[in-house]
């Protein structure tokens, strides 16, 4: 990042550095806007005030894991893999806290945290040494058979595709999904979604993508019509039936064609972040309230972290929404160009997954913000969160220690070309 002192301390691709600590003063000023609805009968200044510290903790978790070597981050691709799996069965198995109608933390030692990050990055981290470990000169050497074993990641025979499988990989992507799916719907699309661009990133045979995607989608077809075909009834049937149910109507009111609704005609009791978000972005306009001066937060729900877009148009209007898009996207950007200059395969995997999940969730968000469906899924480095935040921290160390990585392969390459030419013109002369 430089010569000087900041340059000794900021390591890595600079762009990186910028986005990260833009996304993170966005953070800052936003949530302390958005926090208004939850501090009227509490200290105002205490929710910025433990997310500012959960956001100082961030910048030194981003510095701790940009100085991590690749190796290191390599070799805890599956025990991170495997904490996830155990902190998500933890709290499917009761030790999960119910937060918001939603059990999306596990409780620890009275330290609550959001174990779907956890596993997350798990998934990203072991997806990304499998495939790296499968490269072949044509492609990704996965087949459907051999290798049952999870972590079974050494060929018998380097010449042999049957010594990697799909399934394997498959398998690694389900279990998680299956625990989650019911908890949160949208962090399992996510999910899916980001495997399956690193998958064609990988170069896997495209007639096993043709037949996993094939499979994807018959099976969500069967699942709508199974939900759609659901009792009323069934809500009354525990936490899951009440959440069935839910997606049954959200479902219904995306398939139903409706005239543009009169103002008078909207039912805001039980919408209030569909419509109040609404009415935050069309008063927000091209150029904005101005930080700090939104108006539709006292209305909408959890507006600090899973509606935070939705203020953020308001008070930095449609200039301030499209900038939010442009960081994200040039973060992604840049993955692609640190990952062009990797030469080891799980480098490059594992930039472009982290970049593209970052990049995904931030969409999801957003279209969540501005559409109809609603589901809760933080904006990464802006809404309000503490471990969620820090697992984005975290992303972003990585993201840093690659780039670290992708440097000195370029600073060597530059070393022995120079050393090259200056053999070639002493030999010449």
């Known amino acids: ?20 600590f833009i996304l993170s003063i966005v953070s800052i000023i936003e949530v302390f806007s958005a926090s208004s609805r939850d501090t009227y009968d509490t200290n105002y200044w205490a929710s910025i005030t433990k997310h500012t510290i959960f956001v100082i903790a961030g910048v030194f978790m981003v510095w701790f894991m940009h ?8 070799g805890m691709s599956k025990f991170m893999y495997i ?36 596993v997350k990055l798990g998934v990203v981290m072991l997806l990304s040494l499998i495939l790296a470990k499968a490269q072949g000169e044509n492609g990704t050497r996965l087949s459907w058979s051999s290798a049952w074993g999870m972590f079974y990641l050494r060929p018998k025979n380097e010449n042999r595709p049957g010594d990697y499988t799909l399934l394997t990989s498959l398998i690694i992507v389900i279990i998680p999904c299956a625990f989650i799916i019911t908890e949160n719907l949208s962090t399992v699309v996510i999910i899916l979604l980001v ?53 049954k109507h959200r479902l219904q009111d995306i398939s139903e064609s409706k005239a543009p609704e009169r103002p008078e005609d909207v039912k805001i009791s039980g919408e209030e972040q569909r419509v109040y978000s609404k009415i935050a972005i069309a008063e927000g306009g091209v150029f904005g309230r101005g930080p700090g001066n939104s108006v539709r937060r006292d209305y909408i729900p959890h507006a600090n972290n899973d509606f935070i877009y939705a203020i953020i148009l308001e008070e930095l209007g449609l200039i301030g929404g499209i900038a939010t898009i442009i960081l994200y996207l040039t973060l992604l950007y840049r993955c692609g160009m640190i990952a062009k200059e990797c030469d080891d395969p799980y480098a490059c995997f594992l930039i472009l997954g982290i970049g593209i999940l970052i990049t995904v969730q931030a969409l999801i968000h957003m279209s969540i913000s501005v559409g109809d469906f609603i589901t809760g899924q933080p904006l990464p480095l802006i809404s309000q969160g503490g471990t969620s935040f820090l697992i984005n921290c975290m992303y972003i160390g990585i993201i840093l ?17 120079i050393i090259e030419n200056t053999e070639t ?5």
């Open 1 to 20: 990042m430089g010569k000087g002192i900041t340059g000794r301390l900021f390591k890595g691709d600079r762009a990186i550095w910028y986005i990260f």
């Open 67 to 74: 100085n991590m070597k690749l190796e290191w981050i390599k």
């Open 83 to 118: 904490c996830g799996i155990i902190l998500l069965l933890y709290g499917v198995l009761g030790g999960g806290a119910s937060i918001n109608q939603s059990g999306r933390w596990v409780n620890i030692a009275g330290i609550q945290f959001q174990h779907f990050e956890v």
């Open 195 to 247: 495997v399956f661009l690193m998958m064609l990133i990988g170069r896997v045979n495209w007639k096993h993508m043709l037949l996993v995607l094939s499979t994807g989608i018959a099976a969500m077809i069967l699942g709508v019509g199974l939900l759609l075909s659901l009792p009323e009834d069934i809500k009354h049937h525990g936490t899951l039936g009440s959440k069935l149910i839910t997606w």
């Open 401 to 417: 220690s690659v780039s670290r990585y992708a440097g000195r392969i370029a600073r060597k390459g530059q070393t022995e070309e």
């Open 425 to 429: 013109n002493t030999n010449n002369t």
